[in-house]
């Protein structure tokens, strides 16, 4: 059964409008009677069978609401502006199927480019969300500052640098399970050494994703994955 998304979906107003109820209406071709599963992209899944349609909305009879809890650890991962936006979409669109609650774009001296498409990013988010069949959506944030991120308190801080003259262990290791994370994941160019020694300073611990050198989108995948595997197994 398809997923759909509608923010604002609640037993007072059970109605999907927009692009939700086009792909209801005009590209699903649903009929009244129909049965589907919609969330609000908060925890809550309805599972609703279809009352009445406009051209431009639907309205649904809510028969079943499941509240799905909230993860209880929180996996942030914050990297650099990529010089590619669908390099940066990829990111996202996995992330969010395996699992992530945070993404955050961040501009650094190694960023060649400075801005983000929001909207766009939002979208791909939701819509990986309902391929996946979640409903906890992601904030994706930004673009931020590099020293405005690493200002931010979590539970464990790691970044994913690593100077030729440092040994550091891999996320796997170092980990705790049910934390919260905050991972920092550098542009194409790397942080700088003032960048890498700034974030040391306010408690990142350096960390390894693998013997391979990786994209920063793959890293910062490797790191969401690594994440969910440590929680799985606790």
Partial sequence: MNLYYQPDFSEQ????????????LSVMRHQAG???QITNGSGLI?????????SSA???????????PAPTYQIHIAIGILKASDRMEW????????GVQKITFFTSGN????VINLDRLHRVAISALKQSGQSWL???????????????PNSQLFIGYIPDHIHVNNLLNEAIAGNSYLVLIGPEGDFTPAEFKLAVSKGFRPISLGNNVMRSETAALSAVQILNLIQAKS
């Fill in 46 to 54: 309805f599972n609703c069978a279809l009352s009445n349609k406009s």
């Fill in 91 to 98: 990111f996202v669109e996995k992330a969010t199927e395996i």
């Fill in 34 to 36: 129909d049965q589907l």
């Fill in 13 to 24: 107003n059970p109605v999907l409008s927009g692009t939700e109820a086009h792909h209801v």
């Fill in 111 to 114: 960023c060649e480019r400075k």
């Fill in 138 to 152: 992601p904030i994706i944030a930004g673009p931020k500052r590099f020293e405005s991120v690493i200002a931010n």
């Fill in 58 to 68: 639907c309205t649904l009879n809510i028969h079943e609401i499941r509240r799905i």
